[in-house]
Structures are given as structure tokens and as C-alpha cells.
């Protein structure tokens, strides 16, 4: 298996632009998860579904993030507009019954904006 | 509510000394404990996980961590540490089921020759 697929693994926008980070979860897993992580805050659950449904969101910072799973292998995580405080590495992982509770990470998306 | 707290933020070691890296949890239930190594520039990757039976757990590259459920611990452990150890080192808590993990703020680990 592929793992946990993550795209782009870097990107830099300017202020104000939307920006949509992609997930491919590892296939057969229902879990998907998205993270934030910065020097400052660590590593911060941001939204979790199940079976493609979002679970908990209360993670998500404002109303300028917006994630969506339209089906099983694929998600996205956008942010409009973007801020300079956005700057961070977003994670997506993705676990299922049978990992019991191991949740496997992808390589990240460093996302810079200036 | 869950909670993880690693008291180290940063942990230098000389190589091939022994290694302790201490993480405890507040969790009203028995609990499922895990350690992620992130390297830099990676994702993490899991390195061990309890849930029950032996409190002493094997993991990958020679690390363990031990469950202490009196003094609510999960400490990783390795006996002889590489200069490949060198990276981040979280402990997760979570419920039963694939719900959310709880993370600690990480120790980051420096290795000198």
C-alpha cells in the first residue's frame, strides 16, 4: 500500500488566496483525520469523519476552514481566505477498526502564507 | 476530558546512552497509549501501542515504554540510543474505538556523539 498520500507537499500563496490541501486516505480505511501542526501549538485535531460523514469538527479554527470526504478514498481541507497565521504543516491520517485505533500519517503539507 | 502531558520539551543524550522519554495521561477509562516518532520533515510514525495485558510493550527500533496504571504513565525506554533516534517524540491517548487521539506537545530528542 501507498500509505496515507498527501498533495502538494508544499505551498506558498499570498494572503488572501484560497488554498486546497488533498488527502488520499490508505484504502480501505474509514477514518480520515486532519491536523494542524505549528511551534506554537503543536499538533491540533482539526476535523475527523467516519465513513465519509465529519464526526467532530470543533477542532476547525474558523469559518475560513472548510473540509470535505466525497467519497471514501479522497479528501480536501480549504482555507478562504488564507492568512498569514495559516502558516503551518497540515497532516492527514487515517485509521479503520482493524488498526485499532493506529492512526497512519502522511508526509504533510507545509503551507506558507505571505 | 483526556489529557497527555510530556514534561520534556527537549531531551539531549549522548549516543549509545540509555534513553527515558516520559509521557502521563489523565483518562477516566483504561486507556489506548501510543508513541509516534516524527523525523524532520516527516509524518509520524507509530512506534508502539498498549491496550492490555503486559504493561511492557515492544516496539519498533528497540524502543518499549512500560504502562503504570498507579502512577498514570506510558514512559518510552531504549537501552542504547542511535544517532538515527534524533527526532520527535509524541505520546497519543484515546478511547476505545477509532475516535479522535489525544496528543502531548511532543519531546524533541538531540543526539551528540
Known amino acids: 500500500d501507498a500509505g496515507v498520500i498527501q498533495s502538494p507537499r508544499h505551498e506558498v500563496t499570498e494572503m488572501g488566496q484560497e488554498v486546497t490541501l488533498r488527502c488520499k486516505p490508505i484504502?480501505?480505511?474509514?477514518?480520515l483525520f486532519w491536523y494542524r501542526q505549528t511551534m506554537m501549538r503543536g499538533l491540533e485535531l482539526l476535523i475527523y469523519?467516519?465513513?465519509?460523514?465529519?464526526?467532530?469538527d470543533s477542532g476547525m479554527p474558523e469559518d475560513r476552514f472548510s473540509a470535505k470526504m466525497p467519497n471514501a478514498s479522497f479528501s480536501n481541507l480549504k482555507i478562504q481566505p488564507s492568512e498569514p497565521r495559516d502558516s503551518a504543516v497540515y497532516f492527514c491520517?487515517?485509521?479503520?477498526?482493524?488498526?485499532?485505533?493506529?492512526?497512519?500519517f502522511g508526509p504533510g503539507t507545509r503551507l506558507t502564507v505571505l | 476530558a483526556q489529557s497527555v502531558t510530556q514534561p520534556d520539551i527537549h531531551i539531549t543524550v549522548s549516543e549509545g546512552a540509555s534513553l527515558e522519554l516520559r509521557c502521563n495521561y489523565s483518562?477516566?477509562?483504561?486507556?489506548?497509549l501510543f508513541w509516534y516518532v516524527q523525523s524532520p520533515g516527516q509524518g509520524l510514525q507509530l512506534l508502539l501501542k498498549?491496550?492490555?495485558?503486559?504493561?511492557l510493550v515492544q516496539g519498533i527500533k528497540g524502543f518499549e515504554a512500560e504502562f503504570k496504571r498507579s502512577q498514570s504513565s506510558f514512559n518510552l525506554r531504549k537501552p542504547s540510543v542511535h544517532w538515527s533516534d534524533a527526532a520527535e517524540y509524541f505520546c497519543?491517548?484515546?478511547?476505545?474505538?477509532?475516535?479522535?487521539?489525544?496528543f502531548g506537545t511532543g519531546t524533541r530528542l538531540t543526539i551528540i556523539p
Open positions: 483518562y477516566g477509562a483504561t486507556p489506548y
Open positions: 497519543a491517548v484515546g478511547p476505545y474505538g477509532n475516535e479522535k487521539l489525544t
Open positions: 491520517a487515517s485509521s479503520s477498526d482493524s488498526t485499532d485505533n493506529e492512526q497512519f
Open positions: 498498549y491496550f492490555s495485558g503486559d504493561t
Open positions: 469523519f467516519n465513513n465519509n460523514v465529519p464526526i467532530d
Open positions: 484504502s480501505g480505511h474509514d477514518y
